[in-house]
T-cell receptor
Framework: TQLLEQSPQFLSIQEGENLTVYCNSS?????LQWYRQEPGEGPVLLVT?????EVKKLKRLTFQFGDARKDSSLHITAAQPGDTGLYLC???????FGQGTELSVKP | NAGVMQNPRHLVRRRGQEARLRCSPM?????VYWYRQLPEEGLKFMVY????????ESGMPKERFSAEFPKEGPSILRIQQVVRGDSAAYFC???????????FGPGTRLTVT
């Protein structure tokens, strides 16, 4: 059974700080997606990583896919209160989700 | 291009009643997925449908739950004789093909009283 484990589960930081969220598995995934979910809403797709070692940037967000395609990370530079939300990694055809990282950025 | 639409956004049912959740996929998407998000749990896959066909229902409870995606109209997730444990957020996602990214709707929050 494929599983995705995210860490940390909760993260509370001050505006301007940097942070990294990790998504790990013992299984190989052909691709991994990162979503962001706000309270009362559905997950919104941020990025898909496909190639081992791939790095994608989305403004202040940097996503990396591990060389072996078993793990991924999300790095946020100079976090802002608008970055607050639940960050989810997911993979597979019928998506398997990590348990999520609840990020709170305080002004 | 309108996104995935779900209705109702909130649904309250008493134990034993039926709940019908609707999902209209994005234009051009013929693949629909339903997921459930329980309190304290992550998003879990329930069922995958293509027009008029159930492709994979391995995540759906065997009893009381059913799903359809007719040739015309939205996909429907139906829960019969609801129980308190069915209270959750139900999300629909769609994609143009099984290997493409999935886009989620805003969800239906079901509360069983």
């Amino acid at each position: 059974t494929q599983l995705l484990e995210q860490s940390p589960q909760f993260l509370s930081i001050q505006e301007g700080e940097n942070l990294t969220v990790y998504c790990n598995s013992s299984s190989v995934f052909s691709s991994l997606q990162w979503y962001r979910q706000e309270p009362g809403e559905g997950p919104v797709l941020l990025v898909t990583v496909v190639t081992g070692g791939e790095v994608k940037k989305l403004k202040r967000l940097t996503f990396q896919f591990g060389d072996a395609r078993k793990d991924s990370s999300l790095h946020i530079t100079a976090a802002q209160p608008g970055d607050t939300g639940l960050y989810l990694c997911a993979g597979g055809g019928k998506l398997i989700f990590g348990q999520g990282t609840e990020l709170s950025v305080k002004p | 291009n309108a996104g995935v639409m779900q209705n109702p956004r909130h649904l309250v049912r008493r134990r034993g009643q039926e709940a019908r959740l609707r999902c209209s996929p994005m234009k051009g998407h013929s693949h629909v997925y339903w997921y459930r998000q329980l309190p304290e749990e992550g998003l879990k896959f329930m069922v995958y449908l293509q027009k008029e066909n159930i492709i994979d229902e391995s995540g759906m409870p065997k009893e009381r739950f059913s799903a359809e995606f007719p040739k015309e109209g939205p996909s429907i997730l139906r829960i019969q004789q609801v129980v308190r444990g069915d209270s959750a957020a139900y999300f629909c996602a769609s994609s143009p093909s099984p290997t493409d990214e999935q886009y989620f709707g805003p969800g239906t929050r079901l509360t069983v009283t």
